[in-house]
C-alpha cells in the first residue's frame, strides 16, 4: 500500500468512525456531526479586523488564563486605536512602551520577569502590527496570502513565516491564524500530530512535516484541509463546541482502529497481487 492509498484508507475510517460516535452517544447527531465539520471562518474585511484576529490568536493555552482577551477586548481595542496596525506603530516604538502601558491598566504579577506572559504579548502585538503595517489595506495583504496556495510547500512556507514574525508564534499559532482569517490552513496540533505519526503519513513529528502530510491528504481525497483538520481534531478531542457537546477523547481509539484497516488492506492487496 502506497502512501496516497493509506491517506485514503485513513481519511475514510476517520469519517466513518466520527460517524460511528453519533450511534454511541445520544446527544449526538449526524445534522450536529455535519455542521461541525463544514464550519468555517468568514473572510476578514480590514486591516484592523485582521490585526484583531491576530492578536486573539496568540491569546492561546496558559496566556489565555493570563490576559483574557475575551473579557478585555473592549478596553484593549481603546488601547491599541481600534486594533489598527499603522497607529500602533506609530504609537509605541517597541514591546517595553506598550507593556508600560499595560502595567498601569491591568494588574500585572510578576511584571519585572523577563518571561511575564504580559510582556509576551506586547511582543506579540508590537511584531504582528509592524508585519501587519507592511501592506496598505485589506486587498494588498489578501493578495499576499493567496501567493502561497499553490502547493503543500507553499502552504508550509506561510505559517513558518508569520511564525518568524510575529513574538509568541509557533506554526500552530500561526496557522491558526489564517485560519480565522478564511483561508484553507489545517492546524498540526498534538491530536494531529500523533495520528499521522502513528500511523506513518508523515515523514516525523515535527509541526512542518506533518502539516505537509494534513495538506497532502486533502489533495488526495478532494476535499480541503480544514476537513482533513477537523474530522481528526473531532475525534481526538471529543469536542463539538458549537452545540456545548463533549464526548471525550478517542484519539487512542481510532488509532488501533485506522491500524486493523491498514493491515487489513495491506493483506488484501498481498492477496490480489499474488493471484496476477
Not at 455535519?34 to 492561546?60: E, G, M, P, Q
Not at 478596553?75 to 491599541?80: A, N
Not at 491558526?176 to 500523533?194: A, C, N, Q, S, W
Request: proline share 2%; aromatic share 12%.
Amino acid at each position: 500500500m502506497n502512501r496516497k492509498e493509506r491517506m485514503q484508507v485513513v481519511f475514510k475510517c476517520g469519517r466513518e468512525y466520527l460517524f460511528g460516535l453519533v450511534a454511541k452517544h445520544k446527544e449526538l447527531t449526524a445534522g450536529i456531526v455535519n455542521k461541525h465539520l463544514k464550519d468555517r471562518s468568514s473572510v476578514f474585511t480590514t486591516l484592523n479586523s485582521a490585526n484583531n484576529i491576530l492578536i486573539s490568536s496568540s491569546n492561546r493555552s496558559m496566556m489565555k488564563n493570563v490576559i483574557n482577551f475575551v473579557e478585555k477586548e473592549k478596553s484593549l481595542k481603546k488601547i491599541l486605536f481600534g486594533f489598527n496596525p499603522h497607529k500602533i506603530i506609530r504609537k509605541y516604538a517597541d514591546e517595553e512602551e506598550l507593556f508600560e502601558v499595560f502595567k498601569r491598566k491591568y494588574n500585572i504579577r510578576n511584571a519585572k520577569s523577563r518571561k511575564c506572559l504580559w510582556r509576551v504579548f506586547a511582543g506579540g502585538i508590537i511584531s504582528g502590527s509592524r508585519f501587519l503595517a507592511a501592506f496598505k489595506n485589506r486587498k494588498e495583504l489578501s493578495a499576499f496570502l493567496k501567493q502561497f496556495s499553490f502547493n503543500k510547500y507553499t502552504k508550509a512556507a506561510l505559517p513558518m513565516l508569520i511564525s518568524e514574525e510575529v513574538r509568541g508564534f509557533g506554526m500552530p499559532l500561526a496557522c491558526d491564524f489564517l485560519r480565522e482569517l478564511g483561508y484553507d490552513y489545517p492546524k498540526p496540533d498534538v491530536h494531529l500530530i500523533t495520528i499521522f505519526s502513528e500511523l506513518g503519513l508523515s515523514e516525523s513529528d515535527n509541526y512542518y512535516d506533518v502539516y505537509k502530510a494534513l495538506v497532502e491528504m486533502a489533495e488526495t481525497v478532494k476535499t480541503d484541509a480544514l476537513m482533513v483538520d477537523r474530522v481528526f481534531w473531532l475525534i481526538s478531542s471529543g469536542n463539538f463546541f458549537m452545540d456545548q457537546i463533549n464526548i471525550g477523547r478517542n484519539r487512542n481509539k481510532f488509532i488501533n482502529f485506522a491500524k486493523a484497516e491498514l493491515k487489513l488492506g495491506t493483506a488484501t492487496n498481498k492477496r490480489s497481487n499474488e493471484k496476477k
